[in-house]
């Protein structure tokens, strides 16, 4: 078992992955990812790592040049966070279509405008169909781990998806934290050489990208949907593998405190440690309330959720990004959907947090907490709330 | 607010916004001055006048400028001063931003803006690298430089941008450094003075990241640098221009020439093609 050292998370990614053994790195500047690929960069030109770092013009570059590593047959890893993400919109859904293993990690950050550098959801929420695996982590550990893993996943022949690992712009990118980094032989054992199941090769030449008339493009959809849906059973088993061998183990929806829970807060990435934190607190003055949070967001682990909010009341769903003029917010309407129409579904009580790197704290956990609790005791659903606006919500700004 | 004197540029500043981010020896804040004193000696009144940035150092300059500005996003100021000027003729649309917005991300739009000759002013702060993000290399970094995705220097050629500024269609191509403050404030005035694509190369000093990883010096030491190894040649082929890694560097004024510019050529071929029926558009009131 590897020590545990102090370090900057977005340094230890760069580790992570090089102790993948990747062979192609094509990235561009943006911050809050930045620091990842400089030291890829380091990495590479101090010959630890064989691998092409490309310096790429643009992210629109920076995935098309992974797409092209990875059609070669190279294992290929690239960050990006915010603008860097949308840039690379049209190419995300080309990765995918194409079946290219590939791991991007992407340090959440706003969209601009007003431009900002700070975190939220709203880069990967507005990616969300794009037919990539989507990965959340909580904090640096989880999300190292999670780079080992998506390679793993991506690389699995029964799924053959490029996968996106989340984490937490700034609070989770920056932050100095005691982390277990595997070293690069035992990633190895886990992790075997990349075994292309196809890739461009002149001596059995193949026709990558080609049109997709009405007469097909629809079974092509269908194969997306199989595939993406289909990546559940290998990701568990994977995950399993990975906590035999690492003695770390995560499930694609993580529960805490739930036993018994009447209200459970629902959560995705870095706020899940200060949602646990505020959990402990509340238990010790007597009240039922637990947890619930996604590790994996696609494919969306339907069951898993089903299973872990059974019993509760009531969900006080947190999402950080919303769609204005929309019902709510992306997680609150999926969780919706997926439990309309369960006998004895839990209420569900909607808001938007945490935009553009302002953070959740204990009181804002405590005042959700008291408008779900008041939704139990017979007040009215409330529409979608933005919490922590000057004024209120649809109040004065 | 007290009475004593007050700098000249000051009134094209948005003093509320200071102190500005710019790290000390940095030449942008030297390139904005020679900008301020440009703007009153081409007599370009300010309601006129609109500056666009892209997203980097150099393109916080935007948010600076007492003007109407639009501080885009990365690489896509020309694109939205395609726009601008398009709509507005009249107006003058300057485009203020750094090597590797214009250059690596933003890139395309240069040579298109310039093919189709718009009416336009791009003033383009090389200081040969991403200042914003941590000093990575960009398109415009002399081959063996060091930045920080490139720890054992740079090995991949750079852009001529004067030449490639000429070979693309600009009518008016001029490169100076921060130390050549008069020189670049008339280039400046001449370039805000011509009808058509122009384009400013000003090479600055990047102390915090380009120059600390270089090994060199400081803010002060970069001027001193350019003041000992720039040679002013007028009229110098834009292919012998290029620049190496603190190397010697040609600067002046290389192109100054006229050619139709996008809406002289529309509204020709307009009038040729459909004769007295066409009216040409003279832009948003």
Same mark, same amino acid.
């Given at each position: 078992?590897?020590?545990?050292?102090?370090?900057?998370?977005?340094?230890?990614?760069?580790?992570?992955?090089?102790?993948?053994?990747?062979?192609?790195?094509?990235?561009?500047?943006?911050?809050?990812?930045?620091?990842?690929?400089?030291?890829?960069?380091?990495?590479?030109?101090?010959?630890?790592?064989?691998?092409?770092?490309?310096?790429?013009?643009?992210?629109?570059?920076?995935?098309?040049?992974?797409?092209?590593?990875?059609?070669?047959?190279?294992?290929?890893?690239?960050?990006?966070?915010?603008?860097?993400?949308?840039?690379?919109?049209?190419?995300?859904?080309?990765?995918?279509?194409?079946?290219?293993?590939?791991?991007?990690?992407?340090?959440?950050?706003?969209?601009?405008?007003?431009?900002?550098?700070?975190?939220?959801?709203?880069?990967?929420?507005?990616?969300?169909?794009?037919?990539?695996?989507?990965?959340?982590?909580?904090?640096?550990?989880?999300?190292?781990?999670?780079?080992?893993?998506?390679?793993?996943?991506?690389?699995?022949?029964?799924?053959?998806?490029?996968?996106?690992?989340?984490?937490?712009?700034?609070?989770?990118?920056?932050?100095?934290?005691?982390?277990?980094?595997?070293?690069?032989?035992?990633?190895?054992?886990?992790?075997?050489?990349?075994?292309?199941?196809?890739?461009?090769?002149?001596?059995?030449?193949?026709?990558?990208?080609?049109?997709?008339?009405?007469?097909?493009?629809?079974? =092509?959809?269908?194969?997306?949907?199989?595939?993406?849906?289909?990546?559940?059973?290998? +990701? &568990? #088993?994977?995950?399993? /593998?990975? @906590?035999?061998?690492?003695?770390?183990?995560?499930?694609?929806?993580?529960?805490?405190?739930?036993?018994?829970?009447?209200?459970?807060?629902?959560?995705?990435?870095?706020?899940?440690?200060?949602?646990?934190?505020?959990?402990?607190?509340?238990?010790?003055?007597?009240?039922?309330?637990?947890?619930?949070?996604?590790?994996?967001?696609?494919?969306?682990?339907?069951?898993?959720?089903?299973?872990?909010?059974?019993?509760?009341?009531?969900?006080?769903?947190?999402?950080?990004?919303?769609?204005?003029?929309?019902?709510?917010?992306?997680?609150? =309407?999926?969780?919706?959907?997926?439990?309309?129409?369960?006998?004895?579904?839990?209420? +569900? &009580? #909607?808001?938007?947090? /945490?935009? @553009?790197?302002?953070?959740?704290?204990?009181?804002?956990?405590?005042?959700?907490?008291?408008?779900?609790?008041?939704?139990?005791?017979?007040?009215?659903?409330?529409?979608?709330?933005?919490?922590?606006?000057?004024?209120?919500?649809?109040?004065?700004? | 607010?007290?009475?004593?004197?007050?700098?000249?540029?000051?009134?094209?500043?948005?003093?509320?916004?200071?102190?500005?981010?710019?790290?000390?020896?940095?030449?942008?804040?030297?390139?904005?001055?020679?900008?301020?004193?440009?703007?009153?000696?081409?007599?370009?009144?300010?309601?006129?006048?609109?500056?666009?940035?892209?997203?980097?150092?150099?393109?916080?300059?935007?948010?600076?400028?007492?003007?109407?500005?639009?501080?885009?996003?990365?690489?896509?100021?020309?694109?939205?001063?395609?726009?601008?000027?398009?709509?507005?003729?009249?107006?003058?649309?300057?485009?203020?931003?750094?090597?590797?917005?214009?250059?690596?991300?933003?890139?395309?739009?240069?040579?298109?803006?310039?093919?189709?000759?718009?009416?336009?002013?791009?003033?383009?702060?090389?200081?040969?690298?991403?200042?914003?993000?941590?000093?990575?290399?960009?398109?415009?970094?002399?081959?063996?430089?060091?930045?920080?995705?490139?720890?054992?220097?740079?090995?991949?050629?750079?852009?001529?941008?004067?030449?490639?500024?000429?070979?693309?269609?600009?009518?008016?191509?001029?490169?100076?450094?921060?130390?050549?403050?008069?020189?670049?404030?008339?280039?400046?005035?001449?370039?805000?003075?011509?009808?058509?694509?122009?384009?400013?190369?000003?090479?600055?000093?990047?102390?915090?990241?380009?120059?600390?990883?270089?090994?060199?010096?400081?803010?002060?030491?970069?001027?001193?640098?350019?003041?000992?190894?720039?040679?002013?040649?007028?009229?110098?082929?834009?292919?012998?221009?290029?620049?190496?890694?603190?190397?010697?560097?040609?600067?002046?004024?290389?192109?100054?020439?006229?050619?139709?510019?996008?809406?002289?050529?529309?509204?020709?071929?307009?009038?040729?093609?459909?004769?007295?029926?066409?009216?040409?558009?003279?832009?948003?009131?």
């Amino acid at each position: 078992m590897a020590q545990r050292k102090g370090m900057e998370v977005s340094i230890a990614i760069a580790e992570a992955a090089s102790a993948c053994d990747v062979d192609c790195i094509a990235a561009y500047p943006i911050t809050p990812q930045t620091h990842v690929v400089e030291h890829l960069a380091e990495i590479v030109a101090e010959g630890e790592l064989d691998a092409e770092f490309i310096p790429v013009e643009s992210e629109h570059a920076a995935l098309s040049a992974c797409i092209g590593c990875a059609a070669a047959g190279a294992r290929t890893f690239t960050a990006t966070s915010s603008q860097g993400l949308a840039l690379m919109h049209e190419v995300l859904f080309i990765a995918s279509a194409l079946r290219m293993p590939m791991v991007m990690v992407v340090a959440n950050r706003a969209l601009s405008g007003p431009i900002n550098i700070w975190n939220d959801h709203s880069d990967v929420m507005t990616e969300r169909d794009v037919g990539w695996l989507q990965v959340f982590a909580e904090n640096g550990q989880e999300a190292v781990d999670l780079v080992i893993l998506a390679h793993k996943i991506s690389e699995d022949h029964r799924v053959l998806l490029p996968i996106m690992v989340h984490f937490d712009g700034f609070i989770v990118s920056h932050m100095i934290e005691p982390l277990s980094l595997p070293d690069r032989d035992e990633v190895k054992k886990f992790l075997p050489n990349f075994v292309p199941a196809m890739r461009l090769d002149i001596d059995n030449p193949i026709s990558m990208g080609p049109v997709g008339m009405p007469t097909v493009y629809t079974e =092509a959809k269908m194969v997306a949907e199989a595939a993406v849906r289909g990546s559940y059973g290998p +990701i &568990v #088993e994977t995950f399993k /593998g990975f @906590g035999d061998m690492f003695g770390r183990h995560y499930r694609p929806v993580e529960t805490y405190r739930s036993e018994d829970a009447e209200i459970m807060m629902v959560t995705m990435g870095s706020i899940s440690e200060t949602a646990m934190t505020w959990v402990d607190a509340q238990r010790e003055r007597g009240e039922k309330v637990g947890l619930v949070r996604f590790r994996l967001w696609r494919p969306l682990p339907i069951e898993d959720f089903k299973n872990a909010v059974r019993g509760a009341k009531a969900l006080t769903v947190i999402d950080r990004h919303f769609s204005p003029g929309g019902p709510g917010g992306p997680v609150s =309407a999926e969780i919706k959907q997926v439990l309309y129409g369960t006998a004895d579904a839990p209420q +569900i &009580v #909607e808001f938007v947090a /945490g935009l @553009g790197g302002r953070d959740i704290n204990m009181e804002d956990f405590d005042q959700m907490y008291g408008k779900t609790k008041a939704v139990l005791a017979g007040a009215p659903v409330p529409p979608f709330e933005l919490i922590q606006v000057r004024g209120g919500h649809h109040g004065e700004i | 607010m007290s009475d004593a004197p007050r700098n000249p540029v000051e009134k094209l500043l948005r003093t509320e916004r200071m102190p500005h981010i710019w790290c000390p020896g940095c030449g942008i804040g030297t390139s904005v001055n020679c900008f301020a004193r440009a703007i009153e000696q081409a007599d370009i009144p300010y309601d006129k006048l609109h500056v666009v940035s892209g997203i980097g150092c150099s393109g916080r300059v935007a948010g600076y400028v007492n003007v109407d500005s639009f501080h885009t996003t990365h690489g896509r100021a020309i694109a939205f001063a395609t726009g601008l000027s398009l709509s507005r003729p009249s107006a003058k649309v300057v485009v203020y931003s750094g090597d590797g917005d214009l250059f690596a991300i933003g890139g395309n739009h240069f040579i298109h803006a310039a093919r189709r000759n718009i009416d336009m002013t791009v003033i383009c702060i090389n200081n040969f690298t991403y200042g914003m993000t941590g000093g990575q290399v960009t398109p415009t970094t002399p081959l063996t430089a060091k930045a920080s995705t490139s720890p054992y220097g740079n090995f991949e050629d750079s852009f001529n941008l004067p030449n490639l500024a000429e070979a693309c269609g600009a009518v008016y191509v001029a490169r100076w450094t921060i130390y050549h403050v008069r020189q670049l404030t008339r280039a400046m005035t001449k370039a805000l003075s011509t009808k058509g694509f122009s384009f400013l190369e000003v090479l600055a000093p990047c102390p915090t990241l380009y120059q600390r990883r270089n090994k060199l010096g400081d803010g002060v030491a970069m001027v001193q640098f350019f003041k000992d190894h720039s040679t002013i040649k007028n009229g110098a082929s834009t292919s012998e221009v290029g620049l190496g890694f603190q190397s010697d560097m040609i600067v002046g004024e290389f192109v100054d020439r006229q050619r139709p510019t996008f809406m002289d050529n529309y509204n020709a071929r307009m009038k040729e093609v459909l004769g007295d029926s066409f009216v040409p558009f003279e832009g948003i009131k």
